[in-house]
Nanobody, 126 residues
Framework: QVELVESGGGSVQSGGSLRLSCATSGVADDRYAVGWFRQVPGKEREGVAAIDPDGGTSYAESVKGRFSISQDNAKTTLDLQMNALKPEDTATYYC????????????????????WGQGTLVTVSS
């Protein structure tokens, strides 16, 4: 059974940095894609960054060059380093995992993914 628990959200001023972490269990032995999504009230959940089962990374255009996703070798922690934050990055960030998504986690319909964390709020003030 896959379990995902996020931490590290908070408030920061525009231009600042935050690091989110997701404690992951149950994804190490299978070919899970893992990643981060975000959602603001009234909008659809959108993919932010992902790591595919072969270790390749992908990013939403809006965060390329600012955000960096990483996973430890034991596949027990998934981090998202967020730099040069903008007010439009304000959202609840969710960790996700799916066994079938492969390289396409970011564009997979959120309601089809296998597992989600509870979310952590990031607020960026101008």
């Amino acid at each position: 059974q896959v379990e995902l628990v996020e931490s590290g959200g908070g408030s920061v001023q525009s231009g600042g940095s935050l690091r989110l972490s997701c404690a992951t269990s149950g994804v190490a032995d299978d070919r899970y894609a893992v990643g981060w999504f975000r959602q603001v009230p009234g909008k659809e959940r959108e993919g932010v960054a992902a790591i595919d089962p072969d270790g390749g990374t992908s990013y939403a255009e809006s965060v390329k060059g600012r955000f960096s996703i990483s996973q430890d070798n034991a596949k027990t922690t998934l981090d998202l380093q967020m730099n040069a934050l903008k007010p439009e990055d304000t959202a609840t960030y969710y960790c996700a995992a799916d066994k079938s998504a492969g390289r396409y986690l970011l564009i997979s319909p959120p309601d089809t993914l296998d597992a989600w964390g509870q979310g952590t709020l990031v607020t960026v003030s101008s």
